[in-house]
Each structure stands twice: as structure tokens, then as C-alpha cells.
């Protein structure tokens, strides 16, 4: 992934699923509209791995605010693309969060290295502790460490082929597919580490704009009958893997 990556941003994300029929049938639609991010144009499929660890405290507070529909809330993750330990790829410590109706999200690079794929749970945190450049990211981190004890518990692993419109470059869109989620406490699990796939069968298209849909994008809402979802994929993986259930 480009280490030129934007640090921070708050913008709209609107998501939707799409059984593989309906997707193929609007990505040819979308051709029209929209071109490949630069960085996957002369990427085989077009598309690249996202590999997210989660935290949460004991209690899965941050899972429970989404799944009780707080309008306020956020959660950290480590984030990178790639899931081999000794590649020269960015890791991003991030918090990314919900203010109403915006997402909002901040990273900080973390520097990385190849002992962290034998680095788990608290001894993951101090690394990540030490790694992180001073600043409110790191702040936030460690205060969140101590005062609620969050911890490493979930990964999810997804293919992104992401597109960009040709008239206005905040528009985005990205199809993520082949969702797997595992339950570990570390960056590069071991194959002994249960998962599970999520929505199999089944992409999830994101929507990212800083200000409104275009009207094209409108048509293509209509024409395909296209309905929004609350869509989280660290929630669904937590559901999946029966690390906690949707009440």
C-alpha cells in the first residue's frame, strides 16, 4: 500500500451488499463513471489484502456501542497489507470513529519489524507503545490501555479493489471481498488460529464522499435497488467466531 496514505480524514461511508451477480452487474455500470485507484491499475485482479487487528476491553465495549447504535464512538486497530511479517509494508496504528452520520479516522505509522509476528496480546500493546510516534494518537492509545485494558482479539482479512470517480477525486468506492475473521491477539496469526469467513458469497461495496453523492451514483441506486446496510466487518466477525452475539 502507498506510504503516501492520508493520516487523517472524516468523510461519509455509506455500505451495501452485493451477492457476486449484482456486483459484477454494477461494477460494469460503474465503468462508465469511475477508474481504478492508480496504486492497483497494473495490479493483478486490481486489487490488494487489508489485514485489521481489533481491540476492545473485556467487556467488547466497543462492540456493544455499534451494536446498540451509538452516534459516538470509536475503536483502534492495527492496519496493514499484508500478511507476511518480513515484507517492507506500512503498519498503521489507527483510531477511526463515528460522530453522527461522518467517520472519522487517524493513524499514525507504527515502525515496524519482523519480530512482531511473535508478539502477541500485552507484549504486543508495548511494542506498539514504544513504536508509535509521541502524539494524540499514541496518547489516546495509551490512555485507553490502562484505563479500560484494551487488548488485541480479532482479525479480519479482506481482498479491496478500490475505484476512484472521474469527476471529482473524494468520491470512492471500494468492493471488499473474501471476509475472513480469526480470532488471535497478534498482527501475523498462526495457522492453528480459528476463523471463519464472513458473508461468504457476498462483497461489500463501500461508498466514501466528503459532501454528496453524485447523481449519476443516484441512478445506479435506483436502477439496481440498491439499499443501505449497517455493515461493520470487525462486528460480524465477532458474531461469526462466537466471540459475542447480536442480541
Not at 470509536?74 to 503498519?91: E, G, L, M
Not at 496504528?93 to 519480530?115: F, M, Q, S, Y
Not at 458469497?201 to 443516484?218: A, N
Amino acid at each position: 500500500m502507498a506510504t503516501t496514505t492520508k493520516l487523517h480524514f472524516s468523510r461519509f461511508e455509506f455500505k451495501y451488499l452485493l451477492p457476486l451477480a449484482l456486483r459484477q452487474e454494477v461494477e460494469a455500470e460503474l465503468a462508465h463513471f469511475v477508474d481504478f485507484d492508480p496504486f492497483v491499475a497494473k495490479q493483478p485482479d486490481h486489487c490488494y489484502l487489508v489485514r485489521s487487528l481489533y481491540w476492545d476491553d473485556d467487556r467488547l465495549s466497543a462492540f456493544q456501542n455499534k451494536i446498540d447504535g451509538q452516534m459516538v464512538r470509536s475503536k483502534f486497530r492495527i492496519r496493514t497489507y499484508t500478511d507476511d511479517p518480513q515484507a517492507p509494508v506500512p503498519r498503521f496504528l489507527e483510531i477511526k470513529g463515528r460522530h453522527n452520520n461522518l467517520v472519522v479516522k487517524h493513524r499514525t505509522p507504527i515502525d515496524a519489524g519482523v519480530e512482531e509476528s511473535m508478539v502477541r496480546g500485552d507484549d504486543l500493546a508495548e511494542l506498539v507503545m514504544t513504536r508509535c510516534p509521541e502524539g494524540p494518537i499514541h496518547q489516546e492509545f495509551m490512555f485507553q490501555r490502562y484505563r479500560r485494558r484494551i487488548k488485541p482479539y480479532c482479525l479480519i482479512d479482506y481482498q479491496r479493489r478500490p475505484y476512484v470517480s472521474r469527476f471529482d477525486p473524494d468520491f470512492r468506492l471500494t468492493f471488499d471481498s473474501e471476509l475472513q475473521a480469526t480470532q488471535t491477539d497478534c498482527l501475523f496469526p498462526k495457522t492453528t488460529d480459528r476463523s471463519r469467513r464472513i458473508v461468504p458469497g457476498y462483497t461489500v461495496m463501500e461508498v466514501k464522499f466528503r459532501h454528496h453523492l453524485p447523481s449519476w451514483f443516484h441512478r445506479i441506486i435506483q436502477g439496481y435497488q440498491l439499499r443501505r446496510l449497517s455493515f461493520s466487518k470487525i462486528c460480524e466477525g465477532t458474531i461469526v467466531l462466537e466471540i459475542a452475539e447480536d442480541d
